[in-house]
């Protein structure tokens, strides 16, 4: 059974930084996008940050020049480190990975961002 793993969540303060992990384990291949989404309590969720499997990015307005998203396809595993990180920050972080084989969401990590 092919499931996402996150880790790095935690409390921090403003301007501190954090790096997000989500590791896939299973028998999962031929993964063409990976990307991080974020939802707070009552929000919508929506994407922070997205990766193709030919390297392209995409951010959230709301992150540009923040965030990095990044991959290590050898350990199908995505990162978001997250810099500068803000109060409205403060959101459970959820992995997304789009193969072949279906699309597959992790249970998430909380991110809190305060003083």
């Known amino acids: 059974q092919v499931q996402l793993v996150e880790s790095g969540g935690g409390l921090v303060q403003p301007g501190g930084s954090l790096r997000l992990s989500c590791a896939a384990s299973g028998s999962i291949s031929s993964i063409y996008y990976m990307a991080w989404y974020r939802q707070a309590p009552g929000k919508q969720r929506d994407l922070v940050a997205s990766?193709?499997?030919?390297?392209?990015?995409n951010y959230a307005d709301s992150v540009k020049g923040r965030f990095t998203i990044s991959r290590d396809n050898a350990k199908n595993t995505v990162y978001l480190q997250m810099n500068s990180l803000k109060p409205e920050d403060t959101a459970v972080y959820v992995c997304?990975?789009?193969?072949?084989?279906?699309?597959?969401w992790g249970q998430g990590t909380q991110v809190t961002v305060s003083s």
């Open positions: 997304n990975v789009r193969a072949l084989g279906g699309i597959l």
């Open positions: 990766i193709t499997n030919g390297g392209t990015t």
